[in-house]
């Protein structure tokens, strides 16, 4: 891939370079050595090029997380974020916030609310749960995380059944 073609893909996607920058993971000025003829892009990221090429339509979509002011819904293909919040706590204020989420879980209802956002669930009797760990490694370093993951189709009962425990 030519730089000329590089720039001509970005600007139909219609990104500035730090984004592009930012979606394939690549340092700033390292994609803007790229767009310039400085630097060989690497294949891996020409396929990664072409692949944001043929899914513009989600991309689109996908460009509000690069925007300093995040919207608070959030749409990419059919899924609808209504409520999102991430931060950094300590292990016993996370332990805090799971038992008071397992207490409004029994009873049904749960209000959420971060700042000005605010959401209200009704919860159904029975539900779907998803647990995921995975492991990342990313610059020299490893990251893990814990996913779990509540799911439900509104009026309907999910049914029961034998799966996870905590030991």
């Known amino acids: 891939m030519k730089a000329a073609e590089l720039k001509k893909i970005r600007k139909k996607l219609g990104f500035s370079i730090k984004e592009m920058s930012q ?3 690549t340092p700033y000025r390292t994609y803007q050595d790229w767009e310039l003829g400085n630097r060989r892009i690497p294949g ?6 072409y692949c944001l090429l043929s899914s513009k339509k989600a991309l ?3 460009r509000k997380r690069f925007k300093k ?6 749409i990419m293909g059919r899924e609808i974020v209504l409520f999102e919040t991430e931060e950094r706590k300590s292990s016993a204020e996370i332990a805090a916030f799971l038992r008071a989420l397992a207490d409004k879980l029994e009873s049904g209802k749960m209000v959420l609310r971060s700042g000005a956002k605010e959401i209200i669930l009704e919860l159904p009797k029975n539900l779907v749960l998803e ?9 020299g ?3 893990r995380s814990l996913e779990v993951e509540m799911e439900w189709f509104i009026g309907e009962e999910s049914g029961g059944g034998e799966g996870v425990e905590i030991a």
């Open 69 to 74: 002011e995040r919207k608070e819904v959030f």
């Open 141 to 143: 370093r490893t990251k």
């Open 60 to 62: 689109k979509a996908r």
């Open 23 to 25: 979606i394939l993971e």
């Open 44 to 49: 891996i990221c020409e396929v990664a090029v």
């Open 131 to 139: 647990i995921k760990v995975e492991e990342e490694a990313k610059k």
